[in-house]
């Protein structure tokens, strides 16, 4: 009997020590003060533009967009990718993939471009009941589908990040699929089981394991460091990258007020990362759109560990941000469900 009690209070005192970083990191007790160093303005039009990334030579953005709603009620619509171009005063958002059926629901993007200028852009796609990546050529006519890469460690992929041609980085956000049991264990406990995975174009193997909740994934400009977000983990860990093999080796994590989602990189080498700082708030929105999520962009130095809020808001402009990118003086900033995006001029700035 002495043993039960032993066990029963080990558990209890584990799933209290849970709750109180759940409550934590979950931001229940995080004050929030809406902020913003500029005007921004409501572009409608782009249903659930999850991730984007912008092109620093032409100022094109690409944005990756579906109807989670409607695929998780198992009546998916075609998603898309889109362009916008900053150049143009009149922009709005081209559909590059017109023809896309429901077997297209994009999500992560990656943006390549070579030594000789040929671009490709690489997209996680969820569509056809199989978990992919699409590699597109990006012509002067539009997008152009290369191939389709498959794989057993394709589990739960979310986003990528291009290194040559062929091989790329993706990460799993789940070790357990939404209908296996162990999955409310894995989000509520925080169990670091998800991984970040290198295709070198032939082959996959897992370089990055033992993360809670792997999200957004970047690289640094000369290929030498790879960023990796741990949402359930608030973190965003930094890893030194072997250019000729693609392994990694930890170099450290620096703590976020929030929950990491995407990571775009800046000119000068600083990264800007959106959070979720209130996760509670993240799920009443994902069950009911129409209430709001606060939606969070930092701009972090990866060597200082300097962690700068240069846009936050409560959600009634945009909720659930979940990819912040700059251009200038442009800040894109785009979201989980919603069927917008928001275009900030930070010239504006008092």
């Known amino acids: 009997m002495r043993t039960v009690w032993i066990v029963m209070g080990l558990v209890a005192a584990l799933l209290l020590w849970r709750g109180y970083e759940f409550v934590s990191t979950a931001g229940m007790l995080r004050d929030l003060e809406p902020q913003m160093a500029g005007t921004c303005t409501i572009v409608p039009g782009v249903v659930g533009p999850e991730d984007h990334t912008i092109d620093p030579a032409t100022g094109v953005v690409y944005l990756s967009g579906y109807d989670r709603g409607a695929a998780i009620e198992g009546t998916p619509t075609?998603?898309?990718?889109?362009?916008?171009?900053?150049?143009?005063?009149?922009?709005?958002?081209?559909?590059?993939t017109p023809d896309a059926d429901a077997g297209f629901l994009p999500h992560g993007i990656s943006l390549y471009t070579g030594e000789d200028g040929a671009q490709r852009l690489f997209v996680i796609n969820h569509g056809n009941g199989e978990q992919a990546v699409d590699i597109f050529a990006l012509?002067?006519?539009?997008?152009?589908?290369?191939?389709?890469?498959?794989?057993e460690l394709l589990r739960s992929p979310n986003d990528v990040v291009a290194v040559s041609p062929e091989?790329?980085?993706f990460s799993n956000d789940h070790r357990f699929l939404a209908d296996e049991a162990m999955?409310?264990?894995?989000?509520?406990?925080?169990?670091?089981?998800?991984?970040?995975?290198?295709?070198?174009?032939?082959?996959?193997?897992?370089?990055?394991?033992?993360?809670?909740?792997?999200?957004?994934?970047?690289?640094?400009?000369d290929g030498k460091?790879?960023?990796?977000?741990?949402?359930?983990?608030?973190?965003?860990?930094?890893?030194?990258?072997?250019?000729?093999?693609?392994?990694?080796?930890?170099?450290?994590?620096?703590?976020?007020?929030g929950?990491?989602?995407?990571?775009?990189?800046l000119a000068d080498g600083k990264l800007l990362v959106a959070l979720h700082p209130k996760a509670l708030d993240l799920l009443a929105h994902f069950g009911d759109p129409t209430n709001n999520a606060p939606s969070q962009i930092v701009k972090i130095d990866p060597e200082t560990e300097?962690?700068?809020?240069?846009?936050?808001?409560?959600?009634?402009?945009?909720?659930?941000?979940?990819?912040?990118?700059?251009y200038g003086d442009r800040l894109i900033i785009g979201a989980i469900i919603e069927s917008k995006f928001l275009d900030c001029d930070l010239s504006t700035s008092n």
Do not use: C
């Open 78 to 96: 075609p998603g898309a990718i889109w362009a916008y171009d900053l150049n143009d005063p009149e922009a709005v958002p081209i559909n590059l």
């Open 139 to 151: 012509t002067d006519s539009g997008l152009q589908k290369l191939k389709t890469v498959t794989g």
């Open 167 to 169: 091989a790329f980085y």
């Open 183 to 221: 999955r409310p264990f894995e989000d509520f406990l925080g169990l670091p089981m998800t991984d970040a995975v290198y295709f070198d174009g032939s082959e996959f193997r897992s370089v990055a394991p033992n993360l809670a909740g792997t999200n957004g994934i970047n690289v640094s400009a």
């Open 225 to 257: 460091t790879l960023y990796v977000a741990a949402a359930r983990g608030s973190a965003l860990h930094i890893y030194d990258r072997d250019l000729e093999t693609g392994d990694l080796a930890h170099r450290k994590a620096i703590v976020l007020p």
């Open 259 to 265: 929950l990491p989602d995407n990571i775009e990189r």
């Open 306 to 326: 300097d962690v700068e809020t240069i846009f936050l808001s409560l959600g009634e402009d945009i909720s659930a941000a979940s990819t912040g990118a700059q």
